[in-house]
């Protein structure tokens, strides 16, 4: 199982809403049929104003983006119960989400998908790191070191659910553990 | 215990739960619709396989409400694939939009948007449609793939808002592991002043707990204010709970409860009988205020979220391009009541767009007299573009045809619940949240206004 990831991430403000992560009118795709799954990756992100975050998530054309970490202020993925939020990360490489607080619902459908890593850092990480800072997020160690200056951050614990996102979500979690048929 | 623990401790079959228990929880419902029910049949079919039937074929209620009225084809598609799967499941409950089973949806556009284009089952917006469909009763567990489920707490049963996956487990298992929430309890108090409206008191207290206060959280409204609002009231608030992050809300069960329940559940042959929870006297919860409702006053919440509270009489300098009444927090029939109260003989200076939420709302706007004229001819007569297409509309955007869609960046203030940038379109737009009323006399100026300067004699 993979628990250290490294690369550039992608910061955010507080309180990015679902129909930041993917607006609504690409709710129509949808995430299980596999070419609808990659062109929410292709949208991911693209909600937030340009005026606030002139870098993009994913650049035009493309369906995948560069940054396997987005990192967050409070609140993120507030709003909508809409799985294609963290589905739409997932699909565009996002591995974790480092933020300073999760809504509830998107909390919920990260892990249920299996599709990131929710993680909740003791420090508001989006304060210190700028869009495109190298660094590694150990989930083992609970710690995040930047590339650049070396420092490191703590991050909280994930308790249960680090091993459904482990399993690759609810349905092989539950498969493993027994509390479903494995043939379903 | 709380309300909500009852409702989970029972759901669980466990005589006690406490907040923070992880518990497997028995449904009783769950909703879907047009832009989750995909995904979620999608989930399903993957994970139990291909011949795999639903837990309960009277449990799986369907309502396509969301991306009706577009010619976007997915769309129209996504319809289809709904209606695909009630036939191969045989699901009792399906609120098609058309009325052959075997037939395809297609939005015309020639037709236009104002004109009614659905059939006869259709029911419009999931929230509203639930109870009025009889689906939703005290004591009961409700799962719906969508984060307004938090609506039906106003009927004394848990419900909360899942996305497609949990959704897919709870359509194969009728089961799902839920964590109990904390509970923060609102007690109110007194009565509302003319031209002050339920959907005052949930911005208000969104306001309070800040737009992230109850993350996690139920939210139990109680004491004596209650028994002056009327269901519509207690949806409204319920409605927005999720609005403060909340997993739910929860009201108490009393005689107004009980006649509404009872006489839905007849009126559409769905299951009569239910077990309401009532309040123990030793409730924990993790947070308290007294509301006062006659102190209330009109209240706005301003873009970017609803957490952004201000009174409307401190805003009249904010110019509008735009006014919208509609969707399941703000398109009811009393919230069209209320908003015709204060246009009636007057002339909206601005673009009004009114959504009712479901087609029974159209009904009764279209039947209700007021003198020579029915609320609907008022509306109309006072510049209102009143769309008989009752569904979600531009209450999240939707597809770029959708009736009201913000296509510029336009500054609107509306009776729906969310004020996200970009949520009702245009990524640059602004929207005000705030009452019917408070829409209503807005629309009348042009500018943020507080609607007691427009109360009829
Ligand atoms: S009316 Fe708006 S808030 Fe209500 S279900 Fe539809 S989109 Fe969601």
């Given at each position: 199982m993979q628990s250290v990831f490294t690369g550039p991430v992608f910061v955010v403000r507080d309180d990015i809403d679902t129909d930041q992560i993917i607006p609504a009118q690409y709710l129509t795709l949808v995430p299980t049929i596999r070419e609808e799954y990659e062109k929410l990756g292709s949208y991911a992100m693209c909600g937030l104003p340009e005026k606030l975050y002139p870098a993009r998530f994913v650049r035009d054309?493309?369906?995948?983006?560069?940054?396997?970490i987005v990192v967050a202020g409070r609140n993120f993925g507030c709003g909508s119960s809409r799985e294609h939020a963290p589905i739409a990360l997932g699909a565009a490489g996002c591995k974790v989400v480092l933020a300073e607080g999760f809504a509830r619902i998107f909390f919920r459908n990260s892990v249920a998908t299996g599709e990131l890593y929710p993680c909740e850092s003791s420090e508001r990480l989006c304060d210190v790191l700028k869009t495109g800072d190298e660094v590694t997020v150990d989930l083992d160690a609970l710690a995040v070191t930047v590339k650049k200056t070396g420092k490191v951050f703590k991050l909280k614990s994930l308790g249960d659910v680090r091993s459904v996102v482990d399993a690759g979500g609810l349905f092989n979690y539950a498969r493993k553990t027994g509390m479903i048929g494995k043939t379903g | 215990m709380t309300l909500t623990e009852k409702l989970l401790a029972r759901a669980a079959s466990k005589k006690r739960v406490q907040a923070g228990d992880n518990v497997w929880v028995q449904a009783d419902i769950l909703m879907t619709h047009d832009v989750c029910g995909p995904g979620t049949i999608g989930v399903f079919k993957r994970e139990f396989g291909k011949t795999a039937k639903v837990w309960d074929r009277n449990k799986v209620v369907i309502i396509p409400d969301h991306y009706i009225f577009t010619a976007d084809s997915m769309s129209n598609r996504n319809v289809d694939i709904l209606r695909d799967f009630v036939k191969e499941q045989g699901i009792t409950y399906f609120y098609d939009v058309i009325d052959d089973p075997n037939g395809h949806w297609v939005f015309d556009p020639t037709k236009g948007a104002m004109k009614r284009q659905h059939g006869s089952h259709y029911a419009g917006v999931c929230h509203a449609a639930l109870p009025q469909k009889g689906h939703t009763r005290p004591g009961e567990i409700l799962f719906g793939t969508d984060s307004h489920t938090c609506m039906a707490g106003a009927f004394n049963e848990f419900a909360t808002g899942i996305g497609n996956t949990d959704a897919g487990f709870v359509m194969g298992t009728g089961k799902l592991l839920l964590k109990v929430p904390e509970t923060m309890h609102f007690r109110l108090e007194g009565k509302l002043q003319p031209g002050v409206m339920a959907k005052d008191i949930i911005l208000h207290s969104i306001g309070e707990i800040g737009f992230d206060g109850a993350t996690y959280r139920a939210m139990q409204f109680d004491g004596p204010g209650v028994a002056s609002l009327s269901i519509d009231d207690r949806m409204t608030i319920a409605n927005m709970a999720i609005e403060a992050g909340g997993k739910n809300a929860i009201f108490e069960f009393d005689a107004q409860t009980q006649a509404f329940v009872d006489y839905r559940c007849k009126l559409n042959g769905t299951n009569p009988s239910y077990e309401p929870v009532t309040r123990d006297k030793r409730e924990k919860f993790s947070y308290e205020l007294v509301l006062d409702l006659s102190k209330l006053e009109p209240t706005v919440a301003c873009h970017p979220n609803p957490g952004q509270r201000k009174l409307a009489r401190e805003l009249n300098a904010i110019k509008l391009d735009r006014a919208y009444i509609g969707s399941c927090t703000g398109g009811k029939t009393s919230d069209f009541i209320e908003f015709a109260r204060i246009l009636r003989g007057k002339r909206v200076i601005i673009d009004t767009f009114g959504v009712p939420a479901t087609p029974e709302i159209v009904h009764d706007l279209q039947t209700a007299r007021w003198g020579q004229q029915t609320v609907w001819e008022i509306l109309v007569a006072a510049g209102v573009k009143m769309t008989e297409n009752a569904g979600c509309a531009a209450c999240l955007g939707g597809p770029v045809d959708t009736f009201g869609r913000m296509n510029a960046p336009l500054k609107c203030i509306s009776a729906t619940n969310r004020n996200f940038p970009g949520r009702m379109g245009h990524k640059d737009s602004q929207v005000f949240l705030a009452s019917p009323a408070t829409v209503a006399a807005s629309a009348l100026t042009g500018k943020i206004t507080d609607p007691r300067e427009y109360l009829p004699a």
């Open positions: 054309g493309q369906t995948r983006g560069e940054y396997p | -």
